[in-house]
């Protein structure tokens, strides 16, 4: 055993599991840890409530956790695990600690948390409030908070505490210095910048106008074309999975998903034995990513390889998931092991990709190229691929190569004279 734990049972303060780690995700929240971080306890902690539904297991005891802890590690010790299994090890404590305590001795907190402080801090406090009056997206906003925070600080490094110091050579330094490396979140951050700049004008903060100092990048976004596969090379790919393997019977229903009926890898990890009517021969689900109800006819071959992954290779587990990882206590799967799936099939098969992405969306982009090939709309590829805006669904018409012949003119031919006009010169 890795780690003593005291012996009693821990959730006299909580009549459930679920009601122990919903309190202790809100704990994580007050502490200042992300949706992402939180998400990724939440998973580990679901591996624990697995584990005590294999066992019949009714109260979540540190014995609970030790018992886990010694079956999913054995005799190793903190030195022998690897980082993702010490990652996992902490979070499995600090849900006894929290069930025990109320707090997460484990958390550390790596760094201290962005504050906007100051006249200059408030004043971007004020800017990202006005942005939100017009209905900029959260994501957007953690953008204006993130670069102005990180302006704050330069700011507050040189000594400049008011807006009305402020010269065009700080800013001009600032941005020879401080600004991201990639073309994109350089453009970002120069609008964000620029924008500021301008509000502070408008507010008559600054003397005058600096949004002119800040430098106009020409930055183009421009969309890349999706990686596809040919129907030949999709072939030789499901034929380099080995199914006469458990996990080989498991890959290849995984990737039939994607490459049939173009799920994404989120659907797939999160695929429910709920979501097959197979009555109707159906697959019906809410998708991750849009949240939006999908139904899917489902073919022959998919069907068949799900009966033989979860007849002859799924593990013996109670889980509603259907996809479930091989090790004890056979969590299910998440995205990233499905697309790193998918990339092992392609590249394993021998097929020449190139600079091809090779994850499973690859495949789902596939299948949409697949279908134009077949001559189906636009509007029905859309919905197959549960897109919320059929906009999403119109960069697949760029690798149309055949339609796109069929829109090319003829050049139109011309008398022999004009070659040889001016003894062959087209231009004196």
């Known amino acids: 055993m890795m780690h003593k734990l ?8 909580y009549s459930s599991f679920e009601e122990l780690t919903e309190a202790a995700s809100d704990y994580l929240k007050d502490i200042g840890r992300g949706k ?14 697995v584990y005590m539904d294999c066992k019949e297991l009714r109260n979540f005891s540190s014995q609970t956790v030790a018992a886990y802890l010694s079956e999913a590690y054995g005799d190793k010790t903190i030195s022998d695990l690897t980082h993702h299994q010490k990652h996992c090890y902490r979070c499995a404590l600090c849900l006894a600690q929290f069930a025990e305590t109320g707090k997460m001795i484990e958390v550390i ?3 201290p948390a962005a504050v906007l402080d100051g006249e200059v801090g408030e004043l971007i406090r004020q800017y990202i409030e006005y942005k939100k009056s017009v209905r900029i997206c959260e994501k957007t906003t953690k ?40 073309a994109g979140a350089k453009h970002l951050a120069l609008s964000i910048i620029r924008n500021f700049l301008s509000y502070l004008f408008g507010l008559g903060k600054t003397a005058k106008d600096l949004f002119f100092v800040i430098p106009r990048d020409n ?19 499901l034929d380099s999975i080995d199914r006469s393997t458990l996990m080989g019977k498991r890959d290849y229903a995984l990737v039939l998903l994607a490459v049939r009926l173009g799920l994404r890898a989120s659907d797939i990890s999160g695929l429910e034995f709920s979501h097959l009517l197979w009555s109707q021969n159906i697959i019906s689900f809410k998708q991750r990513k849009t949240t939006e109800v999908l139904r899917l006819p489902l073919p022959a071959d998919v069907g068949e390889a799900l009966i033989d992954y979860i007849r002859y290779s799924r593990p013996s587990s109670k889980s509603p998931f259907v996809f479930l990882e091989k090790l004890f206590p056979h969590p299910p799967i998440d995205a990233k092991r499905v697309s790193k799936i998918a990339t092992q099939a392609i590249l394993q098969s021998g097929i020449k990709v190139g600079e091809r992405k090779h994850g499973s969306h690859a495949l789902r982009h596939t299948m949409a190229s697949m279908l134009l090939e077949s001559q189906v709309s636009i509007p029905v590829i859309s919905s197959i691929l549960g897109h919320a805006n059929i906009q999403t669904s119109m960069c697949y018409l760029r690798i149309d ?16 004279e004009f070659y040889t006009q001016n003894k062959g010169a087209f231009y004196e």
């Open 109 to 111: 907190n790596r760094r």
């Open 36 to 49: 992402q971080t939180i998400s990724i306890y939440l998973w580990i902690w679901n591996r624990i409530k």
């Open 143 to 182: 953008s204006y908070f993130w670069y102005l925070y990180c302006f704050q600080q330069y700011l507050h490094r040189s000594g400049i505490t008011s807006i009305k110091v402020l010269s065009p050579i700080t800013i001009v330094n600032y941005l020879t210095t401080h600004l991201p490396d990639a």
């Open 6 to 13: 005291n012996a009693h049972t821990m959730n006299r303060y």
């Open 219 to 237: 930055y183009k976004k421009q969309a890349k074309l999706p990686s596809v596969y040919t129907r030949a090379e999709i072939t030789t790919i």
């Open 401 to 416: 190569i055949q339609t796109l012949r069929q829109c090319a003119l003829e050049v139109p031919s011309l008398p022999e």
